[in-house]
């Protein structure tokens, strides 16, 4: 919990009487509202609104919170002096530090070193300002405080509170808390998540953000708070990318944004687009019981936009409840003969309050039933106050969610106003109120998710452990082929492999992984195996093995005599699998994001492919795979047998340790993992390991695994 | 065009002096703007609203329109008498028509019948009425009558028009002509897209529609329409397929919703899906220039919703302009130094009327620049009226469209008003802005689309007559491989394939096929044929031709003794192609609609498909081919070689015309169709062509084709 909401004491830093001037604004806004003390401070002394000054805070002693609205550059000593005095929250509004420039930056930095040795808590710099209306408090240089209500509010951007502010004045949206971040120098998005969770007067917690300082925290955050209260995020700006070139399909495909997607999914949240999306879910969840379900019913006086407003529930994924035979019996019996008794229950024209109440209480009677949509529609004899009466008397009891559309204009002003005093949601177009009956649903199922905490195997980490170390060493960026025993360290099933240099080991090797194999001459200097006779497909017998190894020694060298023939590389050939690719890329906010696809096409031309930050649960890693579009071919389609499902999400969980185990792994994908029928398991037949550019002994530093070692696919499949 | 909008004279048959009737609401509505002469008709004579009224029409004579509120039973007479009094214009507000029972239904067919004997063009029943602002006439039973404006409207619901009006009010959007449909007995949405597009008064044709009456009609009219004026149609709740069972591909694929979307994309209907959309479109569209491209610059007091906005800019398709160095240095040198003169560009937060003016003025002047989002936020030296100003005055004058978004509540009060009454297009949200922009720009490409006439194709239409009418007469519904003829009478290139029926002409056909071949038995009594042995696959030459003839006669019997052995089909075996389909359904509205679609599991489980309705133009046909999403994969990708699309397209031209010269072909498909390398052409391997059931010979009706001839290629590739 952040104490700064509930301080009994404001001091102002910068407080002024003049006009103009931000420390002018904040003393008034606190005035305006505020029941606890107010402490100006201002070196000139004397009175400011009647207040006595103080030349500093050291004169007055501590207060719970200091507002801070000097110049920048002599902050940091202000904040000393906060320390020095006791005090342990600070709201910074002045600008002036990292937004600007290199010295900008220095003096935050130094700011947030003197609040580290005080334990001081400080939202800022470069921010409106803090609210919480619980507590009369408007600590912001915005003029007015919010309504009070359910929803509290942080924002990146100033402009944006101040929007908000505006907007939800005119609608009576109401909040508890509101804090303008900044440049979050020390509290950040994580805190407050924390704070609004745990405070008893948010029922809704909602954020815009430009960026997110620490992914992990944030992702445990909002995953813990999302349980307890609806979290809704707009995430705004495109996120860049690492700033290391990346070399594989995960790398290729994972867009700015994939991460992000993932992330929020994964923990719970409603991400949001727009603020008018914000509002209008906000309100829901901040007003309206949780449906049951996703069976609606659309109570309507006119056809037209019943039709609408079905189509569009349809596709938010709603369903139309279909109301029992006692219920339409009932509307049968009390509605006008030309009325509609199935959903939509259109109660005619000419409705009348009473006729729309006895509709809406025999409907919520109706146990298939999980929510209304109460539809109003400007009809001459509309008595839109009287309806929306009916409305406000039936949600301050229902244990069902009503969304309200008065879906006109000037004549549904007076409603309008009834609904909003009264806190019943509604929405002009029937559409948001359909989409925001949508969130309620889709929170229903949030709330009660569980995260049970990752599986962990046991693995042979100090094996990887020693691989890596010596690549690092060796100064090695790329570990390929070579490295399918880090897989079967995490007990991951490959293929048969193996390197071998001379003509005895090769065929004992062979002899070893069974027949059919393949055969590729291993140098560093050929690149195209195929071109010089250097791969061999379809060895079936110690015979072939023996003659492919003697004729490739005797003449490659031919083709190539400057090359080094360091060997050759055996790998059983394989059929009946289909391909799957399971890879993982750093992002630069959530570290390790892994990627599931079908290889080929799929992932190429369909970028079908679906992400998640590890480390994952089994559902997650279920979710991956059933979230592919193309996941019925997984599943057995047009004759195909289903494929082994439960050894995909083995190997993903596997990964998923993998990666979190060893943050240095960059990039890191197996492609392909032939995936075989169902109980029949998967074999990763090539992967390929990035390390760090950092990570790597620099003088040593080349791209050791390319060329060198690796096959790759493509070859495997060549004739 | 629609004379009745300009009516000089209004007779109202069943006028009213009572409250609450519908004739006395029309009274009131024409009486309080109508300048022109209205006639109150009443059985009882005497006054109304102090007008004389007549006890029949023929009493008074005829008037340019008739609205009619008498009950439905005694509506036909009435129609007689306005025809013999010489009227030709009627709306016929009363509903008790079809919309009711089957004996409105047949008081609905009556009264057409006798407004076609009197040439009387009739909109209704069951309807509000309609409205022309620039004629002062409100001849409907909406008390007040729209603001004068440039939007037409049409709609199928009375109820939206209610909402429409009562909304437009509010926001002060105008409107020029507005019809309520009804019943659409005889004026439908295709007479008023022609008299919308027609009318001086009218900028944008905006529709409300439920289903359409003459699909082939609406897209010959929106299509002429849209090159003149944007139009824009919701199109609301599922259609329903036709009756007829489907037994292809295309027809399962074909969903509710996918013949709507092919008509609407090919005769350049904007497709809105909600009411909020089409206001903010129609009034971008009807206050604003169009763009020259894409390109747009926000303009903006804040940081933080620019972001959002081009978040939403990015994703809705539009760019952000690249500015000229000249406009940045002049924007530079005209800012404070912290404002943002990249875009967007950023003013600041304190920015006044004159700096807005200032930096709009330098951003329209840029020639990289076609259109601007105008953003403001409410902060606390905003003067947003002086800001709002700023806009009206330059969108009175500007070639580049300027929407505004002025993003707050309370405190932009008077700069909403303001800008509504000056007619410049503002949005609450600047999501909507950005998507309105988006709007503006589609239409200005859609304004210069050609509609060439569809290539005809020198075909053999007597000969697939034939085969049709043959079909007919022997009650064949489906026509399979056999009928691959009539691919070649209409220049479809097939695939070598022959019916036989001794070893003699067997091995002669496949000796003028050429090898390899794969042959089948062909008796209707056998159904699953690799099991009796009646496939053989790789024929390579004629002596194999026979051995597998003599084989098939041998032992098949044994099997099979009660089967008869009609003969076998051979066909070619091909490799190296690309598999796709091309079906055609009969839609209930559009009629034949053509599906194009990669074969096997793009269409099975990606239902990666584009739909067009036939005829289509070589544009169309190319737009199917590219609009899928897998079109990478014929155009070359992983090292394949590119397809020959030219094929594809020429190959689509010629079934548009086929099944635009046969109407009674219900269903259509040619899967597979071989596509070669680019140069190579392609091959029909297989059709299915399904008549309309109506079309058959009764007596003889049975599925003919199934089983019996039609070889299917999930076979031919069987071992």
Redesign the interface.
């Known amino acids: 919990m952040l104490d700064m909401f509930n301080a009994k004491s404001i001091a102002v830093i910068g407080a002024s009487e003049t006009k103009g001037k931000i420390g002018y604004?904040i003393m008034k806004s606190l005035l305006n509202y505020y029941k606890g003390k107010i402490v100006p401070v201002n070196p000139r002394g004397g009175k400011i609104h009647g207040l006595p000054a103080y030349t500093s805070i050291k004169e007055h002693g501590p207060v719970d919170l200091a507002v801070i609205t000097i110049p920048s550059h002599i902050i940091p000593a202000t904040v000393e002096e906060c320390g020095e005095t006791g005090i342990k929250n600070i709201v910074v509004i002045s600008a002036g530090f990292k937004e600007?420039d290199e010295e900008g930056a220095k003096l935050e930095n130094q700011m947030v070193e003197i609040c580290k040795r005080y334990d001081i808590k400080l939202v800022g710099p470069n921010c409106l300002g803090i609210m919480n209306t619980y507590n009369d408090m408007n600590a912001s240089?915005?003029?007015d405080i919010a309504h009070k209500g359910k929803i509290s509010f942080m924002?990146?951007?100033?402009?944006?509170m101040?929007?908000i502010?505006?907007?939800?004045?005119?609608?009576n949206i109401g909040f508890s808390r509101i804090v303008s971040l900044g440049n979050k120098a020390m509290i950040n998005e994580n805190d407050c998540i924390k704070d609004f969770m745990e405070d008893e007067n948010t029922e809704v917690i909602s954020a815009?953000l430009?960026g997110i300082v620490d992914g992990r925290g944030f992702i445990e955050a909002s995953r813990t708070a999302s349980r307890k209260k609806p979290v809704l995020v707009?995430k705004?700006?495109?996120t860049s990318k690492g700033s290391e070139a990346v070399s594989s399909h995960t790398g290729t495909i994972a867009g700015s944004d994939s991460a992000y997607e993932a992330a929020f999914s994964q923990c719970g949240i409603i991400r949001v687009?727009?603020?008018?999306e914000l509002m209008d879910y906000s309100s829901a969840l901040a007003l309206s019981p949780l449906p049951k379900g996703n069976k609606i019913v659309i109570l309507t006086?006119?056809?037209?936009?019943a039709?609408?407003t079905?189509?569009?529930a349809?596709r938010s994924g709603l369903e139309l409840a279909q109301l029992t035979c006692e219920t339409r019996q009932k509307l049968k019996d009390g509605l006008p003969e030309?009325a509609s008794v199935k959903n939509p229950v259109d109660v005619l024209?000419d409705a009348s309050p009473e006729r729309y109440a006895f509709a809406l209480d025999t409907v919520l009677e109706d146990p298939n039933v999980d929510g209304i949509i109460y539809l109003v529609?400007?009809?001459?004899?509309t008595d839109a106050e009287g309806i929306a009466k009916v409305a406000i008397e039936h949600a301050a009891t229902s244990e069902k969610p009503i969304l309200c559309s008065f879906?006109?204009?000037?004549?549904?002003?007076g409603a309008e106003k009834l609904l909003a005093k009264k806190q019943v949601p509604n929405y002009?177009?029937p559409?948001r109120a359909v989409k925001s009956m949508k969130k309620l649903y889709d929170y229903s199922i949030i709330k009660d998710q569980e995260y049970p905490k990752p599986h962990e195997f046991d693995v042979d980490k100090v094996f990887v452990k020693n691989i890596i170390e010596d690549a690092k060493e060796k100064g090695i960026h790329t570990l390929g082929l070579e490295s399918l025993d880090i897989l079967k360290a995490y007990g991951i099933p490959t293929v048969g492999t193996s390197i071998t240099k001379t003509v005895e080991e090769t065929v004992k090797s062979a002899e070893e992984i069974g027949y059919p194999l393949v055969m590729k001459i291993v140098s560093p200097q050929i690149s195209h195996k195929s071109d010089v006779g250097g791969i061999k497909l379809n060895l079936n017998n110690a015979e072939e093995v023996k003659a492919a190894y003697e004729d490739m020694m005797e003449n490659i060298p031919k083709k190539e005599p400057e090359a080094d023939l360091e060997g050759v590389q055996l790998q059983k050939m394989l059929s009946g699998g289909k391909e799957v690719i399971i890879g993982m890329v750093q992002d630069p906010t959530f570290g390790p994001m892994l990627m599931f696809g079908l290889g080929?096409?799929y992932v190429?031309?369909?970028k079908d492919v679906k992400f998640a930050i590890a480390p994952v649960t089994k559902i997650e890693a279920e979710d991956m795979i059933s979230g592919i579009?193309?996941h019925?071919?997984l599943e057995g389609?047009?004759g195909d047998e289903a494929k082994d499902i439960e050894s995909i999400t083995n190997i993903i969980l596997r990964i998923s340790q993998l990666v979190t185990d060893f943050p240095e792994i960059n990039e890191f994908e197996i492609n392909p993992l032939m995936v075989f029928d169902e109980g029949e398991g998967a074999l990763a037949v090539d992967m390929r390991l990035m390390l760090k550019e950092g990570e790597i002994n620099p003088l040593m530093a080349f791209d050791g695994g390319e060329g060198a070692v690796v096959s790759d696919k493509v070859e495997l499949k060549e004739d």
Chains 1, 2 share one sequence.
Do not use: C, H, W
Request: charged content about 20%.
């Open positions: 604004d600007v240089f915005s003029s924002t990146q951007s100033g402009a944006i101040a929007a502010l505006d907007y939800a004045d005119k609608k815009y430009e707009i705004a700006g495109r687009n727009s603020l008018d006086n006119a056809g037209g936009p039709i609408m079905t189509d569009v349809i030309t024209g529609t400007p009809q001459s004899v879906f006109g204009g000037t004549s549904f002003g002009l177009y559409k080929g096409i190429e031309v369909l579009k193309t019925e071919l389609t047009r």
